[in-house]
């Protein structure tokens, strides 16, 4: 018997921009850059989508604006804050099952890069 269906995942990977996110007065007065790692569940789909056309499949550019817009959207003072708007925000999206997501803070430390990770949804 031949598959016809597979286990469908969106990967985003080290996704740079500068964010306003921190609680040091130097982090408030300006942004700095993080690295979003961003993986998205969509559960069971057809190995080869009806038709080749994007408006049947989640479109990875909308996914990459989201992220940017909801990490750049205002201040944020603490990466847990951040990372579970943007978690909650992604796991809104049609078809999405799960999400993980990590935000990395690449210039915090001068020896270290320090990120958080959450997974929520199913897997």
Excluded at 20 to 28: F, M, N, V
Excluded at 70 to 76: I, K, L, N, Q, S
Excluded at 94 to 121: H, N
Aim: aromatic share 4%; glycine share 6%.
């Amino acid at each position: 018997m031949k598959a016809t269906t597979g286990y469908q995942t969106l990967t985003l990977t080290g996704l740079r921009f500068d964010a306003s996110l921190g609680i040091l007065e130097s982090e408030k007065k300006a942004p700095q850059p993080i690295q979003v790692d961003a993986e998205l569940s969509l559960g069971t789909q057809p190995l080869l989508p009806s038709d080749d056309d994007i408006n049947h499949v989640l479109d990875y550019r909308k996914v990459r604006q989201i992220i940017i817009s909801e990490c750049t959207a205002e201040h944020v003072n603490l990466l847990e804050t951040l990372i579970g708007k943007l978690a909650h925000r992604l796991m809104q999206l049609p078809g999405v099952l799960g999400v993980r997501v990590k935000i990395a803070k690449l210039e915090i430390f001068e020896d270290c890069e320090v990120a958080i990770r959450m997974e929520t949804g199913q897997w």
